[in-house]
Every structure is written in C-alpha cells, then in structure tokens.
C-alpha cells in the first residue's frame, strides 16, 4: 500500500486526501481487486499451446517510484508473470483482466505494468540488473534517450547478449541525457511491449526543480487476444491485424483510473504548478487532450524546449516512443476536468462508451462532494 494517492509521481499523502474527502478511515473496496488462482496454459513464441501449467500468479500493483539515488544507483528487475486486472469493477463494460502479463518488479517490489519508474540524477552512472532467473523465456532491457556502450544497447543480433530464462545480466549507464526516457524488452519487440514490458526512466536534469506536483503518465493500446492466448482462452493473436479493444493509462481503463490508489488521478491544488511526464509505450499515435486548462511542452525526449517554443496548447499528439514533458497551472474553477486521449474511439471498453484512456485533473477542494464520491463510486470504491 503505497503511502501516496494520485498518479504515480510526487502527489499528495493518504493523510491529507482523506482529511479532503472527509473521511475518518481507508478506502472500502465497493469491488474485487484480487485474482483467482488461474491456471495457466503455456504459449510458445510461434503462438501454439503447450503444456497446461496451474499456478498462483501474482496480481499486478501500481508502478513504483523507484529513486535509484537512494539504492547506491543499483536495481535488479525481476521478470515476472502476473495477472493485471486493468477494471477490475462491474462499471462501464468491466471488468477487464489481462490473465497473464509479463511484468518487471523492482528488487522486493511488486510486479507492474508499465514496470517501475526509474528516477536518477543527471551525470550520474547507474546498474540494472535484469533477473529473468523465474521466466522460461529470454528478455532484455533497451533503454531510449542515453547514449550508451554498443554492449549495454539490450539489442539481442547487434549485440549478441541475450538474457536466457535462468539467467541474469548487469547493464550499466551513465545518465548523460536529461529528461524522460522508455524503456522495454527488446527481444521479439512486439510481442514482449504487448504483453507488458515498458517503463519510464526519469533523469533529472542538473539543478532541476520540482514543479509543485509532478506525475508520470504512460499510454498503451491493447490487443488482448495475446494476453488471453496466454492465459489458455480462445484466443488467437496476430501481429499483422491487431485489433485493439484496450486503451489504458498506467496500465488502468476508466473508470479504474480515477482510483486514487491504484488508477492516476492528477491531484492538485488550486495555484499548484503541475508537470506531467507523458510517454506512449503502444504502438499508435494518442493526442492526449486537457479540459479547461492550457499547457505548455517544455521537454520533448530529452531536450529542454526554449521558452519561446513554449505555446500554450491544450492537445499534444504523442505517437510511439514519444515522450513529453507538459507544465500547467491549477488555475481553473476548482472542479473535476477530464484529460483522455482525443481519438475518441479510444475512450472506451470494448464496444461501450465511456472507458479507456480516460482520467481527470482533481481539486483536493471538491473531494469532500457528492459528486466525487460518485466518481469514485464509478470505479467501484468509496472513500
């Protein structure tokens, strides 16, 4: 349980939302948030089934802000498989599971998808260790943005280092490029990103200065007939004609991304400068679109925007690999004020309208509403 609600990033404490919501004790869970012990049948590269296996796997939790400063600028990532229940709730066409994913886990952590978010100074160097010592498959780590040795690109044909399932790899980085990074698997590309392999690097810059509230968003398109293959279920995947019926952010479809433990609310309040650290782990283009509030981009993969480059903009069109810093103050009416992807089709679950990569902007002020209380209803828990 994390001691933070909101976003994954620097938002508020669980003391403070619930002194805002009026409430005297912890959230009650209005829906199911654990898995059943799925049995698991096993799918080989070429996508044919196995052997049937059961097992306990673990449920997904939400991405970790993993400070490699404060672990001696080391972190293992485990390779995990696990459930991820992107809606877990009976609300707006749920639920949704994804009943096997491929997650990393951040030394003793929980396993996520997106995976942990990594934060490190600018200039320094840094280790991940990747522990595929518990998956029967090989995986690697490739990280966008730093330049890097030829050895440590985690390209398994240029570089000819694979990490095999049993085994463990150290690579190592200096982080010489400032800004917002991606990272993923890069053996069998697609296939790994679309079964849960990306995070976020964060390297701050020299002298940086934290807005008032900073979060980290990642955006992703499904095609769960891969998870659901994977899972034993009559599913068959194809690369050629993926169809995508999920569209999440930090790994949740609305309405469980209003929940403001495992879903990413941006919670600010009034007068807050927010930034928001955006990156696009799927395969298509989402413009991610703010209600009445105007950003400026002040970073884009790594490079400072000069002020005079700085619109005021209220749709920034993030496509694959992207990533953009946006920055806005919380100066609106205080409210509620949804932000979601603008090709509207994606603001769904399956074929029912709303769902998908839809979040909002929360007031702390109006927490204490009627009508929050039902938002958070929405996603099936009460405060």
């Known amino acids: 349980m994390t001691n933070e609600v909101g976003a994954p990033g620097d938002g508020i404490s669980r003391r403070k939302f619930l002194a805002a919501t009026g409430s005297t004790g912890l959230f009650a869970s209005a829906g199911c948030l654990t898995s059943s012990t799925p049995t698991v049948s096993q799918v080989d590269a070429a ?12 449920t997904t939790g939400r991405p970790e802000v993993v400070d490699l400063g404060e672990r001696d600028n080391h972190v293992t990532l485990k390779t995990v498989s696990a459930v991820h229940h992107v809606h877990p709730g009976e609300t707006m066409n749920g639920p949704i ?28 160097t840094f280790t991940v260790t990747l522990d595929n010592s518990g998956m029967d498959m090989p995986h690697t780590l490739h990280v966008h943005g730093l330049r890097k040795t030829w050895e440590n690109d985690g390209v398994p044909t240029t570089t000819g280092i694979t990490v095999e399932a049993g085994e463990k790899h150290t690579y190592e980085f200096t982080a010489n490029v400032a800004g917002t990074h991606l990272y993923h698997c890069h053996y069998q590309t697609p296939r790994h990103m679309d079964m849960g392999m990306f995070g976020i690097l964060r390297v701050e810059p020299k002298g940086y200065e934290r807005a008032d509230k900073e979060y980290y968003m990642t955006v992703k398109e499904w095609d769960t ?11 068959t995947y194809d690369i050629t004609n993926r169809m995508m019926d999920t569209f999440t952010i930090n790994g949740k ?8 433990e495992t879903g990413s609310p941006i919670i600010v309040d009034p007068g807050d400068t927010v930034r928001v650290h955006w990156v696009n782990a799927g395969f298509h283009s989402h413009p991610m ?8 981009v002040v970073e884009k993969d790594g490079s400072a925007i000069p002020e005079q480059m700085q619109l005021l903009q209220d749709v920034v069109n993030i496509a694959p690999a992207e990533r953009y810093t946006v920055e806005f103050t919380a ?6 004020y949804l932000m979601h992807c603008h090709k509207v089709d994606h ?6 309208y709303p769902g998908g990569m ?13 009508l929050f209380k039902q938002v958070m209803a929405y996603a099936g828990y009460e405060v």
Do not use: C
């Not at 007939?225 to 599913?235: H, K, M």
């Not at 603001?347 to 029912?352: A, F, I, M």
């Open 225 to 235: 007939r891969l998870s659901r293959q994977y899972g034993g279920q009559d599913a």
């Open 97 to 124: 599971t994804l009943p096997v994913v491929w997650a990393w886990q951040a030394d003793d952590g929980t396993p996520s998808v997106p995976g942990p978010i990594l934060r490190i100074q600018e200039g320094e």
């Open 358 to 370: 839809l979040s909002a902007v929360v007031y702390t002020p109006v927490m204490d509403t009627d």
């Open 347 to 352: 603001v769904r679950n399956g074929s029912s």
């Open 289 to 296: 679109h703010l209600h009445n509030h105007r950003f400026k």
């Open 331 to 336: 100066d609106a009416d205080p409210g509620i």
């Open 47 to 58: 996508g044919s089934t196995t052997q049937a296996v059961a097992g306990d796997l673990p």
């Open 253 to 260: 479809s609305a309405p469980a991304t209003f929940h403001p």
